[in-house]
């Protein structure tokens, strides 16, 4: 027969469904509040990314990348300038810095190609300046400071704001706001070569007004290894902004003054022999910049799954440089940039679109005197550049397969204003590129996939280019310089092919490319009036090669990773012109481009509050001409760091032994009249950072 309960029985079951609740309670509402605190955290994260996410490659976009984030950076800072911070972690990019130090101006090349044609942004925003195409890092002291997040593309990449990506792009993104907790910190470091930095940082985390913001000072200073290279930096990053349920409203602004003495000449290897710290630029010739970049970005979610963003900004720089020509120079510059640059992106089931839009206006100012006078110039003359671009990039998943498509449209046109007395007219030039990339990921298990694409993408020339090295127009050299076309736009067709695999153990990425170049604008081995090399098209070259990318993670108290690079590079014919007869090389290789790069990093937790890390990196042999010259090679160059942290809440004190083998080799260098210069690695050095947490 069946059971009937009792009222009794029914009264104690509600009894204990009661106060099993009260027991349960505080548990499922702690629950209840870490879902939606996690969802939260994911809506802001995305919408303050928008205009990041779009110029960045996805995590299954067909992409040759590296993405290091503050784990990645953190452990192997001390200062060093971005370009230093980054030869290692990402895999075919080399560096150097000018002064035999970590500070000052420093360079990198990726896959071999000179970072003029390598597309900078910061939180989207274009960083290359329109004239040079460079961004000069020294103007930053301490910028990696205040980063979360750099993607490092290798190839055409995905379509960015800026100049085209031609070696790949670097996409920076500053310390976000909106997800992060309140902290704060002070670093003291001393160093080798006389260095110094300081910075003070704070973020407050989001508070319950919705306001949140982020700020950091810093000063950093170095005699330099060479003579007379010294460096005296500032710099100082701000963030703001107000989170509301669908809508970012974000100021951010960074601002950076560098003081140094110069040494941007290489040195013959046969004086080096005697004295590595020879610098052959005299203490008088110095220089000083100072760069700022302000932007206001407002952000709003259309929908949950669409969302908008649009930022304006302004960047601009000044200062001067002393070159000693037949007399004391005084070279000055000055610039001011404005653009507004617009993201949207929709996330469905299957599909993804990312689309923007960016245009900007440049004018910047030169001007040269002569020591003693500094008030009357020798000329003045200003280069104005406007630039408007568009992209649009789709990925859609069929299955196990999600197809992508990328094309991106762009517009340049550069005016130049002559001195009022120089007898020459003005003169202009435009360009229109068209940029496409089409792409296909196939997932074969949920942590194996394999990737494939095909890009192009066409870039114009520097003014140095245009100019043939010359600041300044007049009649003298126009005649010579000629029309503004005498250097034409270079041309990449880059097919990349990989596999991508990751659990939580082990991250792998390993790629095959073929890079075939049209144009491209390379040294000639000539140098300017003023030292600095002088470029030219090379009718047709290529880059072929094989990357590989490994961290593990799945031993205990223990990480490893590294990375290596193997290539074949070749200028398929090149006219040498800088003798008084023109000589045709063929099948030779292009300039510092090594045949193999090489990176391994082992960091151990010897206890809860140390750990030891050692960070070895290999750089192959490599030319310093295009003509294929064996007297004059770049040496392959290893360097071991070791380095130690010592940490517990609110503590830490790192120590970073740099080069302790001392290996006396180069950075870089270049070949001409007859004779090899290099910059040499910074040798054997010490630098001891203390953090206090605030």
Do not use: C
């Amino acid at each position: 027969m069946p059971i009937v309960p009792s009222a009794a029985n029914a009264a104690r079951a509600l009894r204990a469904l009661f106060f099993l609740s009260l027991i349960l309670a505080p548990a499922l509402s702690a629950q209840v509040a870490r879902d939606s605190a996690r969802a939260d955290t994911t809506r802001l994260q995305r919408l303050e990314r928008v205009t990041v996410s779009a110029v960045r490659s996805s995590s299954d976009a067909p992409i040759s990348r590296k993405t290091l984030g503050e784990n990645d950076l953190a452990p192997r800072y001390f200062g060093q300038d971005v370009p230093l911070l980054l030869q290692g972690p990402a895999p075919s990019l080399t560096s150097y810095a000018e002064t035999g130090n970590y500070w000052g101006y420093s360079y990198m090349r990726l896959r071999g190609i000179d970072q003029s044609r390598i597309n900078l942004t910061l939180d989207g925003i274009p960083l290359n300046d329109p004239e040079d195409q460079v961004l000069y890092f020294a103007d930053f002291p301490d910028l990696a400071n205040s980063l979360g997040s750099v993607q490092v593309q290798r190839g055409v990449g995905t379509s960015s704001n800026g100049t085209a990506a031609y070696a790949g792009s670097i996409n920076m993104e500053s310390v976000p706001l909106g997800i992060a907790s309140p902290s704060g910190n002070v670093q003291v470091e001393r160093g080798s070569f006389g260095s110094r930095r300081y910075s003070a940082e704070y973020q407050s985390g989001l508070m319950p007004s919705r306001f949140a913001w982020y700020g950091r000072v810093s000063s950093v200073k170095t005699e330099g290894y060479r003579y007379h290279s010294g460096v005296e930096g500032k710099s100082g990053f701000f963030s703001a902004g107000y989170f509301g349920d669908r809508d970012i409203l974000k100021f951010t602004a960074t601002t950076g003054t560098m003081r140094d003495t110069m040494a941007y000449l290489a040195v013959p290897v046969t004086d080096l022999d005697t004295n590595r710290r020879l610098n052959p630029l005299t203490p008088r010739e110095r220089d000083g910049f100072t760069e700022r970049l302000a932007a206001l970005s407002y952000t709003h979610a259309l929908t949950p799954t669409a969302r908008w963003s649009t930022t304006a900004y302004r960047i601009s720089a000044g200062g001067d440089y002393d070159v000693q020509l037949d007399s004391l120079e005084q070279f000055n510059l000055n610039f001011v940039w404005y653009g507004l640059t617009s993201a949207f992106t929709i996330e469905k089931q299957r599909i993804r679109f990312d689309a923007g839009l960016n245009a900007n206006t440049y004018s910047r100012d030169h001007l040269a005197f002569q020591h003693p006078d500094l008030d009357t110039p020798l000329y003045s003359n200003t280069g104005h550049k406007q630039d408007a671009s568009g992209f649009a990039k789709i990925a859609y998943r069929a299955g196990a397969a999600t197809l992508f498509g990328d094309v991106q449209a762009r517009h340049a046109t550069f005016r130049y204003s002559p001195d009022a007395h120089a007898g020459v007219a003005e003169r202009s030039v435009d360009w229109t590129f068209l940029n496409p990339k089409v792409g296909l990921t196939y997932t074969v298990v949920p942590a194996l996939s394999l990737y494939g694409s095909l890009g192009a993408n066409t870039r114009e020339p520097a003014r140095s280019d245009m100019f043939a090295g010359f600041d300044n127009l007049d009649t003298s050299n126009a005649a010579f310089v000629g029309d503004l076309r005498r250097v034409r736009p270079e041309r990449v067709r880059d097919l990349e092919a990989g596999t991508m695999f990751h659990t939580s153990a082990l991250d792998l990425q390993a790629n095959a490319y073929a890079m075939n170049f049209r144009d491209e604008i390379t040294p000639i081995r000539a140098l300017s009036y003023i030292g600095t090399p002088l470029r030219k098209n090379v009718g047709s070259s290529y880059r072929r090669g094989v990357e590989a990318d490994i961290t593990v993670r799945g031993i205990p108290y223990t990480l490893l990773s590294g990375n290596v690079a193997l290539s074949r590079n070749r200028i398929r014919e090149f006219v040498d012109s800088t003798g008084e007869t023109p000589v045709t090389y063929r099948d030779v290789e292009p300039l510092l481009t090594p045949r193999a790069t090489a990176y391994g990093r082992a960091a151990f937790a010897t206890s809860k509050y140390l750990w030891l890390a050692a960070d070895l990196r290999y750089t192959g042999e490599s030319f310093l001409g295009n003509n294929g010259d064996a007297r004059f090679v770049l040496p392959a160059a290893t360097t071991l760091d070791l380095s130690a942290s010592l940490h517990q809440p609110g503590f830490e004190i790192l120590f970073r032994a740099n080069n302790v083998t001392d290996s006396r080799k180069y950075g870089s260098g270049y070949a001409g009249g007859g004779v090899a210069s290099y910059y040499v690695l910074p040798p054997r050095s010490l630098f001891v950072t203390l953090k206090l947490g605030l």
